[in-house]
C-alpha cells in the first residue's frame, strides 16, 4: 500500500512540475503552485483519470470473461454486480493516496476513506455471498436445504460487525469497547431484533426436522395459504398459490399454526382419489336370473360370478332350506365388484396402493358409495382427469345393474311437477265433466 501511494504521489509531483514548469511559472503565477486548492484539483483529475481506466478496461474486461464462464456462477456474479462496489474502492484508494501530506494518518479525511473502503468490502462481499447461495441453489446436492435463511444470517452478522468497524474506525476507538458496551443494551437488541431470532429458531426447529423444504405443497388452513413453498428465508417464507399470487408471512408462523405438507404424496408416487357417489336406496336389490345374465356379458364380471357363485353355495348349504336365510347376489355388491376390477385393469391407477369401493352410513339422500384409490401421476391437472374420467364412467354405467343417483331437485324438476299436476288434475276435471 505504501508504494501504491509513493506511485500516486510521484505521478502527481511529475503533473505539478509540468504545470509549474510550462504555464504557472512563466505567467508570474507561482503561488498558486503552493496551494492548497491546487493540489486537490491535480488530485481529482488524477482520480478521475485512473478511474475511467479502471472501470472501462479493467472492470469491462473482467466482465466479459466472467460471461464466457460456462457456469452460472458467472452470470450470477454479473447479476448481484459484485464488480460495482470493487469499482468505487479504486478512486477511494487512488483519493487518499494523492493527498499526501495533506490527509495524515489519524486524521479524519483518512479515518473517512478507511471506513469507506470497508463499507465497499461489506458490500461486495455480501453480493458474493448471494451470487454463490443462488449458484448452488439449483444444484441437486443443496435441493430443499433453505439456503436463502442461512444467507440472510451470515450477511446481518457482516453488516452488524461492519457497523462496528466503522463506527470504531471513525470514532478512532477499539472495537471491544463498543461490544463490551453491547451487553447492557441486551433487552433493546432483543425487542429490535425479535422476528429475527423468531425466524432463526423456527428455522433451526421446522426445517432442521425436514418438515418443510423449498419445491414443497404446503397448505396452512389457518392462513389460507395453499400453494409451492418457493423461497424460505431467516424472517419469512413465499409461496407461490395456485393462481401464481406470491404469499409471504413470518417464518415463526410455522410453529404457531399447524401446516399439511404434501411432499410424501409426491414421493409415494401416487395420489388419493376420495370421492363417492350417492345410490337410491329403493333400486337396490338382488340379483334376479334375467339381471345377471345381463351382467355376465360383462368379462370384468366374469371371474367374480364364477367365484361369488361357489362362495355362496358353500355357505348356504350350511345354513338349512330356509331360503330367507341364504346369502345372494345384489346388484349393488355386484356393481362394486365391477369398479374394483376397472379400477384394477387401469393403466392410471396404482395398484401398489390401497384401493377399495366401500358403503358409508346411509344418509337422506342415498347410500354413499365411496371409492378410494391412488393415481400413477402426482401431477394435479394428469390427477384431476383420471378421477373426472373414472366417475364419468360409472355415472355412466350405473343404470346398466338397475341403480339410480340420488341428487336433490332442482328448478327444473319441481317445474316439471307442478306442469304434470296440472295436466293430471285437468284430465280429472275433464273426466268428471263427461260423466256428469
Not at 424472517?235 to 401446516?259: G, N, Y
Not at 350350511?318 to 355386484?334: A, D, M, P, S
Amino acid at each position: 500500500m505504501q508504494s501504491f501511494s509513493g506511485l500516486i504521489e510521484s505521478i502527481i509531483v511529475f503533473i505539478q512540475n509540468i504545470l509549474n514548469t510550462y504555464i504557472f511559472y512563466p505567467s508570474g503565477n507561482n503561488w498558486i503552485a503552493d496551494t492548497i486548492l491546487y493540489h486537490l484539483i491535480v488530485v481529482i483529475v488524477i482520480t478521475t483519470i485512473f478511474s475511467l481506466i479502471f472501470n472501462k478496461l479493467i472492470i469491462v474486461f473482467v466482465k466479459g470473461r466472467l460471461k464466457k464462464i460456462n457456469y452460472n456462477i458467472g452470470q450470477k456474479l454479473l447479476e448481484k454486480k459484485v464488480l460495482i462496489p470493487i469499482s468505487w474502492a479504486m478512486p477511494i484508494i487512488i483519493f487518499e493516496a494523492g493527498l499526501g501530506i495533506y490527509s495524515p494518518d489519524d486524521g479524519i479525511i483518512a479515518r473517512l476513506t478507511k471506513s469507506l473502503l470497508i463499507l465497499v468490502f461489506i458490500l461486495s462481499l455480501t453480493r458474493l455471498i448471494s451470487a454463490i447461495s443462488e449458484s448452488v441453489k439449483d444444484n441437486k446436492v443443496f435441493s430443499g436445504t433453505p439456503i436463502q435463511s442461512y444467507v440472510q444470517l451470515i450477511k446481518l452478522i457482516i453488516y452488524l460487525f461492519g457497523l462496528i468497524i466503522i463506527i470504531c474506525t471513525l470514532s478512532n476507538t477499539s472495537p471491544w469497547t463498543i461490544i463490551s458496551g453491547l451487553g447492557a443494551l441486551t433487552a433493546v437488541i432483543l425487542l429490535v431484533f425479535k422476528d429475527t431470532i423468531l425466524g432463526l429458531v423456527a428455522s433451526i426447529q421446522v426445517f432442521g426436522s425436514d418438515t418443510i423444504r423449498e419445491g414443497d405443497w404446503v397448505t396452512i388452513p389457518s392462513l389460507d395459504i395453499d400453494g409451492d413453498c418457493i423461497e424460505v428465508g431467516l424472517h419469512t417464507v413465499t409461496v407461490r398459490s395456485w393462481d401464481k399470487a406470491l404469499i409471504t408471512f413470518p417464518s415463526a408462523k410455522l410453529l404457531e399454526h399447524p401446516f399439511k405438507n404434501w411432499r410424501g404424496m409426491e414421493e409415494s408416487g401416487g395420489r388419493r382419489i376420495k370421492r363417492s357417489i350417492n345410490i337410491d336406496q329403493g333400486t337396490i336389490k338382488f340379483i334376479e336370473p334375467e339381471l345377471k345374465e345381463r351382467l355376465e356379458k360383462i368379462k370384468l364380471l366374469s371371474n367374480h360370478f364364477l367365484k361369488k357363485e361357489k362362495e355362496i353355495e358353500d355357505a348356504n348349504s350350511l345354513l338349512g332350506k330356509e331360503k330367507v336365510n341364504h346369502r345372494r347376489l345384489t346388484n349393488i355388491g355386484v356393481f362394486r365388484a365391477y369398479i374394483i376390477e376397472y379400477l384394477r385393469t387401469n393403466d392410471n391407477i396404482n395398484n401398489n396402493l390401497t384401493m377399495m369401493v366401500r358403503q358409508l352410513t346411509p344418509t337422506s339422500i342415498g347410500l354413499p358409495l365411496e371409492v378410494y384409490a391412488f393415481t400413477s401421476s402426482v401431477e394435479w391437472t394428469e390427477y384431476e382427469s383420471v378421477q373426472s374420467d373414472i366417475f364419468d364412467h360409472l355415472l355412466a354405467t350405473i343404470s346398466v345393474f338397475d341403480l339410480k343417483l340420488t341428487q336433490a331437485p332442482s328448478g327444473n324438476d319441481i317445474k316439471s311437477l307442478g306442469i304434470n299436476i296440472n295436466k293430471n288434475s285437468k284430465n280429472i276435471n275433464e273426466k268428471l265433466s263427461r260423466a256428469d
